[in-house]
């Protein structure tokens, strides 16, 4: 078997996506993908120009003889573009290869480690009874976990709220330039800890709670809301301070018990090894798209597993359901899981796209049985929803200086 016809396609289902599709002689394909958002054209010339050509008329079975290939035989190693080039391609050779087997690729990792994937929605509002309510519709829809995020009094525009639009869609589609959006540390810190207070006073202790930061704190500020938020029991709390310097992460951890996670802009392990090694963190978010592939990511876990850490796969709507399927497949078999990030299936327009093997049921994502990753792409419906420009937000203080959006 040989690879002999690579297509790199762009579309835009509510938002864009690049999807890597490996074409063998013997008629069987595989399906990868390549998004960054807001750099997603960047990812296209890598591919196209730089590892395309390296790989027609190689074996698409030798998943790991390719994936060394395509790292360590670049000088340039790592960051969002290269990696998540590699991903889309590690992601398309597993998917053949399951074909070929005839076996859902969890099976060829290893097998089921649950029968189940549990995964945490997103509780979000314009006001803290907003919030509140939408974190009973999910609790009804049988969430065993969920994420709250509520717009914060005298800010506008603030992360993880949907500013009045219907859903992340619509929320995060195409911006010709980005958007500008006020922080204020002080107005979040005496805010965030009121609205978990009042979620367990209504809610009580059965539910899980999440809260991501965004990076939007020092370390000591980061300790300090650990420590506001320990009596409400969250389940974690999320990229509380950026981790550029990750002794930083020894400064919460020695405030706060609450448990942290980060990782979702990490590409490889050696993002998180310190924080792994150092048992600064619970919860590794790194996303297979953004990581490398299945391949490192399954290396990323083993090692992560060793120091207790569990892995909660980014999950959000800038990634496609080709990565979502490949996270369920990773999820199914890694045996240090964690929790899955769901933003549920998306519009009408994006599963006109693409089709997949996932549903949702009482809490847990459930992956029907098929050969490789079980994901199919609708060229043609693709090429009419075609590529715009966008960008995600950035962050000012209050006084104009720029800030961690």
């Given at each position: ?64 003889d390719i994936w060394q290939y395509l790292y360590k035989g670049a000088y340039w190693r790592r960051g969002p573009i290269t990696m998540a080039a590699i991903a889309a391609i590690d992601m398309a050779l597993w998917d053949i290869k399951g074909k070929v087997a005839g076996l859902p690729v969890y099976q060829l990792l290893g097998g089921k480690s649950r029968n189940g994937i549990m995964a945490y929605g997103h509780a979000n509002g314009e006001t803290l009874e907003e919030t509140l309510h939408n974190l009973g519709k ?268």
């Amino acid at each position: 078997m040989k690879i002999t016809e690579i297509k790199v396609l762009v579309s835009c289902p509510g938002r864009n996506f690049v999807t890597l599709k490996i074409i063998t002689d013997e008629g069987v394909y595989g399906l990868g993908d390549a998004t960054v958002n807001g750099r997603e054209m960047a990812v296209v010339a890598y591919l196209e120009e730089h590892l395309v050509p390296c790989l027609i008329n190689r074996d698409p079975q030798q998943i790991e003889d390719i994936w060394q290939y395509l790292y360590k035989g670049a000088y340039w190693r790592r960051g969002p573009i290269t990696m998540a080039a590699i991903a889309a391609i590690d992601m398309a050779l597993w998917d053949i290869k399951g074909k070929v087997a005839g076996l859902p690729v969890y099976q060829l990792l290893g097998g089921k480690s649950r029968n189940g994937i549990m995964a945490y929605g997103h509780a979000n509002g314009e006001t803290l009874e907003e919030t509140l309510h939408n974190l009973g519709k999910f609790i009804e829809q049988g969430y065993k976990a969920v994420r709250l995020q509520c717009a914060i009094p005298g800010l506008a525009g603030t992360y993880g709220t949907l500013e009045g639009k219907k859903d992340y869609f619509e929320l995060q589609g195409n911006r010709p330039l980005p958007p500008e959006q006020p922080w204020s540390t002080s107005k979040y810190m005496n805010f965030i800890p009121e609205l978990f207070k009042q979620a367990r006073e209504q809610y009580g202790y059965d539910i899980q709670l999440v809260h991501d930061v965004h990076s939007r704190l020092t370390p000591i500020e980061s300790a300090q809301l650990g420590k506001l938020l320990e009596p409400y029991n969250l389940m974690f709390l999320e990229d509380a301070s950026p981790a550029d310097n990750q002794e930083g992460y020894k400064v919460i951890r020695s405030h706060t018990t609450i448990p942290l996670a980060i990782g979702e802009i990490f590409n490889t392990v050696w993002d998180a090894k310190d924080l792994i090694v150092n048992q600064s963190i619970d919860y590794l978010r790194t996303a297979i798209t953004h990581g490398g592939g299945i391949t490192p990511m399954v290396k990323m876990a083993n090692f992560a597993d060793m120091y207790h850490v569990r892995m909660a796969p980014h999950g959000a709507p800038d990634l496609s359901p080709i990565c979502h399927a490949a996270h369920a497949h990773f999820n199914l078999w890694v045996p240090n899981f964690g929790v899955q990030e769901f933003i549920g299936f998306g519009t009408e327009k994006l599963n006109s796209v693409f089709s997949h093997p996932l549903s949702f049921d009482n809490g847990y994502i459930r992956l029907e049985d098929k050969p490789g990753l079980g994901v199919e792409y609708n060229e043609e419906e693709a090429a009419k929803l075609t590529y715009k420009r966008s960008y995600l937000p950035v962050s000012r203080l209050e006084d104009g200086t720029l800030w961690y959006w």
